[in-house]
């Protein structure tokens, strides 16, 4: 005789449940996060790809004033 057993009886049914979505603050650090690299990638294809002392004190600078890299 053999017995058959069901995924319920092993896993909570909570943890089955799509994970929720994040909430505003963390979405918003996110896009934040993302738009600070594509910054950087762009400022970095202009330098050739080196990074040097001085490019990345302008771009830490760019970076923590808001400014961004557009100048």
């Known amino acids: 005789m053999s017995v058959l057993a ?4 092993f896993t909570d049914r909570r943890a ?9 603050l963390r ?11 594509q910054a950087i990638a762009f400022h970095l294809g ?3 790809g ?3 002392d001085e ?6 600078e760019r970076l923590m004033g808001g400014g961004g890299f557009r100048g």
């Not at 979405?27 to 690299?37: D, G, I, K, T, V």
């Open 6 to 9: 069901h995924t319920s009886d």
């Open 16 to 24: 089955l449940r799509a994970s929720p979505r994040p909430g505003l």
């Open 27 to 37: 979405r918003f650090l996110q896009w934040r996060q993302h738009q600070a690299e």
């Open 46 to 48: 202009l330098t050739g």
């Open 50 to 52: 080196r990074l040097t």
């Open 55 to 60: 490019i990345e004190r302008r771009m830490t």
